[in-house]
């Protein structure tokens, strides 16, 4: 938390950023893209102080956990300062995105320093960052990205500008590096005036309202001028029948082989450091089951991939050939109300739709019977037996990613990570399943 008189909200001799802001940007979508930012960045937990195979240790976690809460108390004097004994598992991305962010924040910091905007690193890189950060970080990505200066007046044609995806790196190192080195996690940032005069703001600064609408305002001006968008490719039912004709025999290779064994735990492989060399290295087969299951909960009943990874057991009630499913949350519906989803058994012809099918089949594969039923996948290729629900991270993007490549479904490198993510369920549903509906009984899956 920083406290600083309201008079010196200026300090730094900063230009402010209101010439830059494009006043069509709606409301709702700074509301939408500061919550977008925020799923980019799960809490730490209790098992992201140790290493995945050490899960069942439950006392070793809490002991790690404790210690994590007692050094977030202290203020980072410099940059970078890591947190204690958190696994790599815990940052989120892998180490190549790590090492880049840490470079970025570097070239933030010098930045910085350079155009007298802070004295030091530690000034701005820190626990409790100063009030002007967001507008600091604004700055810092125009002078790299945008086609305007700081007053809104167009850069020469011979200036050579980085491109929206590179803003969105820029971005994604802030708060990356505000929130899990500096544990801050995804909190929005938030300021307040008291009546005598001071600010007091905190949060993550990269997670706030300025730097959204900024952000929203340079694809504006980058889409205007001609520069190629990051877009989003929605999910429809030929690419979830291609998935499936991809994932099916793999899943079921695993499932017979447990099955000649007794339903005895069978040791997978650990995914290779270098995952470049072969798009099928990305997961094993019950990390493809349990996508299966995600990509049809996303897409039948129209949820975020975050609100499907946050169903519990207790959430889904099995009545013969039908599955129903109670949700206590949306961002829909958020105080309540939320009909339940009734997802009927389809016939063979469209197994690749059937809800209940892919849930069958991972609760098989991963055999969680309570908690989270979409677990942490852990070494050997296993659901985590601790209750830790999997998380939308990097790392869970170039997932499906992979997933999508090795089937055919898109080109190399042509999913990023906000779209899959938010945009999953993005299609015409209603055109494709005539029988979806909602009454008294809850909201219908079933094959027109």
């Known amino acids: ?120 690193s530690s000034d701005f890189f820190c626990d409790h960052p100063i009030s002007t950060a967001p507008t600091l970080i604004c700055l810092w990505i125009l002078s790299e990205c945008d086609t305007v200066d700081v007053n809104n007046k167009p850069l020469p044609a011979n200036v050579v500008r980085s491109s929206y995806s590179h803003a969105q790196k820029m971005r994604a190192a802030m708060t990356y590096t505000f929130g899990r080195v500096h544990g801050l996690s995804k909190q929005a940032w938030s300021e307040q005036h008291t009546l005598d005069g001071r600010l007091i703001t905190s949060g993550n600064p990269s997670v706030s309202e300025l730097v959204s609408r900024y952000m929203l305002s340079l694809h504006r001006r980058k889409v205007q001028k001609g520069d190629i968008s990051t877009s989003a490719r929605a999910i429809d039912v030929g690419i979830l029948e291609r998935l499936h004709d991809y994932n099916r025999p793999i899943i079921e290779d695993k499932l017979s082989r447990k099955e000649a064994l007794g339903g005895t735990y069978q040791p997978g492989t650990r995914r290779p450091e270098d995952k470049s060399t072969n798009i099928h290295n990305w997961g094993g087969p019950t990390a493809r089951a349990a996508l299966q299951a995600i990509y049809l909960l996303a897409f039948l009943c129209l949820l975020r991939i975050d609100e499907v990874l946050k169903i519990q057991a207790d959430q889904i009630e099995v009545d013969g050939d039908k599955i129903t499913l109670s949700l206590w949350y949306r961002k829909t519906h958020q105080y309540g109300d939320i009909k339940p989803f009734v997802l009927h058994y389809f016939e063979d012809y469209e197994s690749f739709l059937c809800p209940v099918r892919a849930l069958a089949s991972w609760f098989k594969t991963s055999n969680v019977t309570e908690g989270y039923i979409f677990r942490r996948i852990v070494s050997g290729d296993r659901a985590t037996g601790s209750n830790i629900a999997m998380a939308c991270t990097a790392n869970f993007s170039l997932d499906i990613s992979g997933n999508l490549q090795e089937s055919n479904t898109v080109p190399m490198g042509h999913i990023p990570f906000a779209g899959v993510v938010v945009s999953i369920w993005q299609v015409g549903v209603a055109g494709l399943f005539a029988a979806y509906a909602s009454g008294e009984d809850g909201a219908k899956s079933s094959p027109a």
């Open 1 to 120: 938390m920083d406290s600083t008189p309201h008079s010196q909200t200026s300090a730094y001799s900063i230009c402010p950023l209101s010439r830059v802001l494009d006043n069509k940007v709606q409301e709702d979508d700074v509301t939408m893209d500061v919550e977008e930012e925020q799923a980019f960045i799960p809490d730490l937990v209790a098992s992201d102080f140790t290493s995945p195979d050490d899960d069942e240790n439950e006392e070793s976690m809490a002991d790690e956990s404790e210690n994590h809460s007692h050094s977030k108390s202290h203020t980072s004097t410099s940059f970078p300062t890591k947190l204690p004994k958190i696994h790599d598992i815990a940052k989120g991305v892998c180490d190549k995105t790590a090492e880049e962010y840490h470079i970025l924040a570097e070239q933030c910091s010098r930045f910085l320093v350079a155009n007298s905007h802070i004295k030091s």
